[in-house]
């Protein structure tokens, strides 16, 4: 990965020594990944799906991103379509990331050509996270990154579609772990966060994982190696989801947390979340008054999921005399050991709140069939 890395400074739409040796290192990763697979496939009983590693990042000329990827022959036999895991090695060589993604191609004037509309690529990836939401004990969901930057935009050797094949990366994330270069985790540690990532992507194909885990791998984190020491503490069981219950603990901890943040500072505070009117919090302090909806997470918190109401009344701000607030509570930890507990959080406040259309992804439509 860092010999990928260090040759992005020599990047050349053409076949030079640099990008023959970025093809051996690409080759290399691939053929280490089917090695990595054979261990895993056989313990998450995914031997029907026939996965494997193929480097990429190069149609007719090179690419300043690089890619090697994981997928299904049978769901994912091209990388323009279905879902898969794959490194992406930045443009400017800074880092690389593991990468729950998708195919981000569509046919187009007689050719396989980029999406052009972000906005599908980002619903998809949407709706994928949804999916997987429930995957409570899953280190991706807690700890995987929804924004990923390739450093596409300061590449000035390539076209416009280059350059909108490589934003489409970014755009088709669902979850990402980040390796900083010359940060390069170690071999076991890198192991361990492909096999994180596997059985999310075995849930896309609609394959559940068997029960069960990998072999224990032993972690120790050092200074070079701080996201080991974040991702130990978190569960590596595989496949255990949340139920109304947990749902509701963690819903219940945040806002706790929000109604403890209003009333130190002054505020009173009713919960009116019941009531289903677009907001969980009625705060009044003197003559002021504030309505603050309250998301809590275990994921890193980059994005929340709001229903159609709680959208139209922050967009209807005009016609409510309040002032309005997102109170976003993230990496929650949820502890089961003696019923469910949840505990910690970082939270988040953005006052005055309001709901530009561009940070919207619609995923889903309620279609009303029509009667014969």
């Known amino acids: 990965m860092q010999r990928v890395l260090d040759l992005a400074a020599s990047f050349s739409k053409d076949k030079t020594p640099e990008m023959s040796e970025r093809d051996e290192a690409t080759e290399e990763l691939a053929a280490g990944l089917r090695d990595a697979l054979v261990p895993m496939i056989e313990v998450f009983g995914l031997g029907d799906l026939d996965f494997n590693a193929k480097r990429g990042g190069r149609q007719t000329n090179y690419s300043p991103v690089p890619w090697v990827r994981v997928f299904s022959e049978k769901c994912s036999p091209r990388a323009l379509e279905g879902f898969y895991v794959v490194y992406l090695f930045a443009a400017d060589g800074s880092r690389v990331y593991l990468s729950l993604n998708q195919g981000t191609s569509e046919w187009r004037?007689?050719?396989?050509?980029?999406?052009?509309?972000?906005?599908?690529?980002?619903?998809?990836?949407?709706?994928?996270?949804?999916?997987?939401?429930?995957?409570?004990?899953?280190?991706?969901?807690?700890?995987?990154?929804?924004?990923?930057?390739?450093?596409?935009?300061s590449v000035t050797s390539v076209g416009a579609e280059s350059k909108r094949r490589m934003r489409n990366y970014e755009d088709g994330n669902l979850f990402a772990y980040e390796y900083e270069t010359k940060k390069i985790p170690s071999h076991e540690q890198l192991v361990q966060d492909l096999a994180d990532m596997l059985p999310l992507l075995a849930e896309l194909y609609g394959t559940p994982v068997s029960p069960g885990e990998l072999p224990t791998v032993v972690l120790t984190p050092t200074?070079?190696?701080?996201?080991?020491?974040?991702?130990?503490?978190?569960?590596?069981?595989?496949?255990?989801?949340?139920?109304?219950?947990?749902?509701?603990?963690?819903?219940?901890?945040?806002?706790?947390?929000?109604?403890?943040?209003?009333?130190?500072?002054?505020?009173?505070?009713?919960?009116?979340?019941?009531?289903?009117?677009?907001?969980?919090?009625?705060?009044?302090?003197?003559?002021?008054?504030?309505?603050?909806?309250?998301?809590?997470?275990?994921?890193?918190?980059?994005?929340?999921?709001?229903?159609p109401n709680e959208v139209r009344h922050v967009q209807g701000a005009e016609a409510c005399d309040a002032a309005h607030?997102?109170?976003?509570?993230?990496?929650?930890?949820?502890?089961?050991?003696?019923?469910?507990?949840?505990?910690?959080?970082?939270?988040?406040?953005?006052?005055?709140?309001?709901?530009?259309?561009?940070?919207?992804?619609?995923?889903?439509?309620?279609?009303?069939?029509?009667?014969?």
């Open 325 to 372: 607030a997102l109170y976003v509570v993230s990496q929650i930890t949820l502890d089961r050991t003696n019923g469910v507990r949840c505990s910690g959080g970082h939270a988040r406040l953005l006052w005055p709140w309001g709901i530009r259309d561009a940070h919207l992804t619609p995923t889903q439509y309620a279609y009303r069939v029509p009667q014969a």
């Open 223 to 307: 200074a070079e190696e701080p996201a080991a020491k974040a991702r130990k503490a978190v569960s590596r069981a595989q496949g255990r989801q949340l139920d109304s219950a947990a749902r509701k603990a963690i819903e219940l901890h945040a806002e706790n947390l929000a109604v403890w943040h209003f009333e130190t500072s002054g505020w009173t505070v009713e919960r009116v979340g019941h009531l289903k009117l677009g907001y969980d919090l009625d705060c009044t302090r003197d003559e002021e008054s504030l309505h603050v909806e309250v998301k809590g997470t275990q994921t890193l918190g980059e994005e929340v999921i709001l229903t």
């Open 109 to 153: 004037s007689g050719a396989m050509r980029p999406i052009n509309d972000s906005g599908v690529l980002r619903g998809r990836a949407a709706e994928a996270r949804a999916v997987l939401a429930d995957f409570a004990d899953s280190p991706v969901i807690h700890n995987g990154q929804v924004t990923i930057d390739l450093a596409w935009a």
